[in-house]
C-alpha cells in the first residue's frame, strides 16, 4: 500500500531544527512572537503567508542571518540537533555551512562559475588540492542540474548565465559545504516557469541528501514542494501541519482565507 | 460562512457551477414525481415527457464536468473552494444516474401500461418515490447550507426508504407466487422499486458528499442499513 501513496508524506521523524517560544524583535517591534517549529530532515518544509507576516524573518533566524540587523534581538530556543544555535560558543559562518540559504534574487559573486562554487571549500578548507575541488565543483553543478549547460564555459562569469541558470549556480554554491539544512527565500519569484519548474525539482532531489525551508508567496509552489508548510500571519505561526491538509483542510479559518484568496 | 474572493470572478464561477446542479436537481425531482405519476394516472404523454426530459439532466451534467475542469484549470481551487468543486462533480454524477432512474421508470410506466393491474402497487411505488424526492430535496438544501447536521439526518432516513423497498419486495413475491400471470408486472414493478430505491443511496451519497464538503471528512460509520428480504441484493 505504501507504495501507491501519493508522495504526501514525510520520509523521516527525525526533528532537524527545532524551534521553542521563539521571538523576535526589531527595536520595539515584536515580530516573531512564540514560534514553535519542528523542522524534520529530509524534509521540504514551506513557509507561508502574507508580507510583512514575519516568515522571512523567522527563516533568516535559523542560520542567525539576523544578527547583522544592529536593531534585531531573538530570544526563546532554536536548536540544531539538539544544540542550541544561538549559544555564544557557534561560530555563525560555521553555523551558516551547515545551514545554507539560498536569496531571492540570485547573486553570483563577480567571478567565473567554477569560483563561484569552488568558494565555499576554499574558505572552510574542505579539499587538500585542485583534482578533489574539480570533484565537488562538478558534483554540486551536477546536483543543481547546471553542469550539462556550463561544463564547456566554467571559467564564463557566473553573472553571464541566465536568471534560472545563475539561481541553480547560487544553489549549486549552497551545497558545496554539504549543508544539513537548506534555507530558501522566495528561491523562484525572479524565474520564469520553466527555470522555476527545474528549481523545483531540484528541491526535491535535495530532499533526499538534506532538509529545504522554503518561504514562497506562491501558494501552489508550496503545495508542489513540500510535506508540510506552516503559515505565518502578523507574526504568530497560525498553522503548521502535512501539506496536503493546509491545502484540502485546513482548521484555521485564517488560513483558508490567505491560501483560497480571500479578504481575511 | 467565508468572506469572498479577491477575485470576485472566482466567486461567479463557483455560484454559477452549483446553480447548475441546484438546477439539476430541480430536473430529478420533477422527474421522479412525474414519472411515478404517471405510473398511477397511466399517463403516457407524461411519461413521454420524463422519458424526453432526461436529456437536458444528462446535458447539465456534462456542463457542469466542463465548468468544474474549467475552474480547476484557471483558479487551482484549494480548501473549502477545492471540496466545494469536487463534490459538485459527484454530485452531479449521482443526480445524473438519478435522472436515469427516472427515465427506467417512466418507460416501465408505459409498458406496465399494457398489462393487468396489480391492485395498490403504483400507489405505494408513488408513496416510495415521494419519500425519496424529499430525501433528494433535503440532501440537496443541505449542499447548498452546507449544513452537516441535515445531511447526516438524510443518510440515516434512508433506511426508511430501503423499509418501504423490502416491503414492496414482499408484496410483488406474494402477487407473483399467487398467480403466475402477474410475473411481468410483477419483475417491472420491482425494477421501478429497486431503482427508487437506489435513488435513495444516491441521495445518501449527496449527504454524505455535504458532510465532507462542510467538515472536511467523510463521515466513516456504517449507516444502519435495513434487512434485505429474502437475502437478495
Redesign the interface.
Known amino acids: 500500500m505504501k507504495d501507491q501513496r501519493l508522495e504526501t508524506r514525510v520520509d523521516t521523524q527525525t526533528i532537524k531544527i527545532e524551534a521553542r517560544k521563539a521571538q523576535v524583535y526589531y527595536g520595539t517591534n515584536h515580530a516573531i512572537k512564540d514560534v514553535d517549529v519542528d523542522i524534520m530532515d529530509k524534509t521540504v518544509t514551506a513557509f507561508i503567508g502574507p508580507s510583512g507576516c514575519g516568515k522571512s524573518t523567522f527563516l533568516r533566524c535559523l542560520n542567525r542571518m539576523n544578527d547583522t540587523i544592529p536593531s534585531c534581538r531573538v530570544e526563546g530556543s532554536i536548536t540544531l540537533e539538539g544544540e542550541s544555535i544561538y549559544d555564544p560558543r557557534v561560530d555563525p559562518v560555521q553555523l551558516r555551512a551547515r545551514i545554507g540559504m539560498v536569496f531571492q534574487k540570485p547573486n553570483p559573486f563577480p567571478k567565473s562559475i567554477y569560483d563561484n562554487v569552488a568558494y565555499g571549500p576554499k574558505i572552510h578548507g574542505l579539499t587538500r588540492n585542485k583534482a578533489e575541488l574539480d570533484a565537488i565543483v562538478e558534483s554540486c553543478l551536477r546536483k543543481a542540474a547546471l553542469w550539462n549547460e556550463v561544463k564547456d564555459r566554467l571559467q564564463a562569469p557566473g553573472t553571464g548565465l541566465s536568471g534560472g541558470q545563475q539561481q541553480r549556480l547560487c544553489i549549486a554554491r549552497a551545497i558545496t559545504t554539504s549543508p544539513e539544512v537548506l534555507l530558501m527565500d522566495e528561491p523562484c519569484s525572479a524565474l520564469d516557469p520553466i527555470a522555476t519548474a527545474q528549481v523545483e525539482e531540484l528541491i526535491d532531489e535535495l530532499r533526499s541528501q538534506f532538509s529545504v525551508v522554503i518561504v514562497t508567496h506562491s501558494?501552489?509552489q508550496a503545495?508542489r514542494v513540500s510535506q508540510r508548510t506552516a503559515f505565518f500571519h502578523l507574526g504568530n505561526l497560525v498553522e503548521f501541519g502535512e501539506t496536503g491538509q493546509i491545502?484540502?483542510?485546513?482548521k484555521d479559518?485564517r488560513?483558508?482565507?490567505y491560501?483560497?484568496?480571500?479578504?481575511? | 460562512m467565508l468572506n469572498e474572493h479577491i477575485t470576485r470572478a472566482f466567486d461567479r464561477d463557483l455560484e454559477a457551477v452549483q446553480a447548475m446542479i441546484m438546477k439539476m436537481g430541480g430536473l430529478v425531482e420533477a422527474a421522479l414525481s412525474d414519472a411515478a405519476k404517471a405510473l398511477e394516472t397511466q399517463d403516457e404523454a407524461l411519461a413521454e415527457h420524463v422519458r424526453q426530459g432526461d436529456k437536458a439532466i444528462d446535458l447539465l451534467e456534462e456542463s457542469v464536468n466542463a465548468e468544474c475542469a474549467r475552474l480547476i484549470a484557471l483558479r487551482a481551487p484549494i480548501a473549502t473552494d477545492l471540496r466545494t468543486v469536487l463534490t459538485v462533480m459527484k454530485i452531479a454524477s449521482s443526480l445524473e444516474r438519478c435522472g436515469d432512474y427516472a427515465k427506467n421508470l417512466a418507460k416501465r410506466a408505459l409498458v406496465l401500461g399494457t398489462m393487468s393491474q396489480i391492485p395498490g402497487a403504483a400507489g405505494s411505488i408513488r408513496r416510495m418515490a415521494r419519500q425519496v424526492g424529499l430525501l433528494l430535496k433535503d440532501a440537496l438544501d443541505a449542499f447548498v447550507s452546507r449544513d452537516a447536521g441535515l445531511a447526516a439526518e438524510v443518510r440515516l432516513r434512508d433506511q426508511e426508504v430501503d423499509q418501504m423497498y423490502n416491503a414492496l419486495f414482499r408484496e410483488f413475491l406474494t402477487h407473483m407466487m399467487e398467480d403466475t400471470r402477474n410475473i411481468s408486472a410483477c419483475m417491472h414493478l420491482h425494477f421501478i422499486a429497486k431503482n427508487i430505491e437506489r435513488v435513495g443511496d444516491h441521495a445518501t451519497t449527496i449527504a454524505e458528499q455535504v458532510i465532507y464538503l462542510a467538515t472536511g471528512s467523510l463521515p466513516d460509520e456504517d449507516r444502519p442499513k435495513a434487512e434485505l428480504a429474502g437475502g437478495n441484493a
Request: proline fraction near 12%; avoid cysteine; charge should be neutral.
Open positions: 501558494m501552489q503545495a491545502f484540502t483542510n485546513p479559518p488560513t483558508e482565507s491560501i483560497s484568496g480571500r479578504i481575511g
